[in-house]
């Protein structure tokens, strides 16, 4: 499990002009606590699978108007707020896992791969949908992806049965290939980083 906090958001957002935020898997909102901060951003959207979990989070943020928090499976929602976002640089943080290890929540319990790990789907929709838009990605567990070594180990021996993934992260690189470059960070348990490459400018 990472954080936000290990990111500068306030100055990714203004390096890359960010307007927006998108976050998949709330939790207790402590990620969307940290991305409210950055002053920049007109909207926030989390999406959380667990209604009670969701319903906590709407309270929690009540009062900051660029806030929506949503329910429901994060590639179906994800989908709905992407064809309304504005054409404008957005800021994702895909942490969704169900049920989530945090949770307390039987993990091994969703056979469905695309359901306990939805992140192929998720990178695919906004490669997809977001075509030509200079987003930035931060994919949180990059070690369910790839083998270390990071700061907090490798997947445990008993990890439930990965059925369904590829544990490669070529799918992201792939996805963002000709717009983006895609960084690893093993801190943690593992960060993925997908940063728009600079504009390169023909001389006149």
């Known amino acids: 499990m990472g954080t936000l906090a290990h990111f500068p958001l306030a100055a990714m957002a203004r390096m890359h002009d960010i307007q927006h935020f998108v976050e998949t898997g709330t939790a207790q909102g402590d990620g969307l606590a940290i991305a409210a901060q950055v002053k920049e951003l007109k909207s926030l959207h989390s999406?959380?699978?667990?209604?009670?979990?969701?319903?906590?989070?709407?309270?929690?943020f009540a009062s900051d108007k660029r806030i929506k928090v949503w329910h429901g499976n994060s590639v179906d929602v994800m989908e709905k707020i992407l064809n309304k976002l504005p054409a404008e640089p957005c800021l994702f943080w895909l942490d969704a896992h169900f049920p989530g290890a945090h949770t307390g929540a039987d993990y091994a319990a969703e056979e469905d791969a695309h359901k306990r790990l939805p992140l192929v789907d998720e990178v695919e929709l906004i490669a997809n949908v977001r075509v030509g838009i200079r987003d930035i990605l931060l994919i949180d567990d990059a070690r369910i992806y790839q083998p270390g070594p990071y700061g907090d180990g490798d997947l445990?021996?008993?990890w439930p049965p990965l059925k369904g993934v590829d544990r490669s992260l070529d799918f992201v690189r792939q996805a963002f290939s000709a717009t983006h470059g895609v960084v690893v960070d093993y801190a943690d348990q593992g960060y993925v980083m997908v940063v728009p490459r600079p504009i390169m400018r023909k001389a006149a």
């Open 156 to 158: 445990p021996a008993d």
């Open 47 to 60: 999406i959380e699978i667990i209604p009670e979990l969701a319903a906590s989070a709407k309270a929690r």
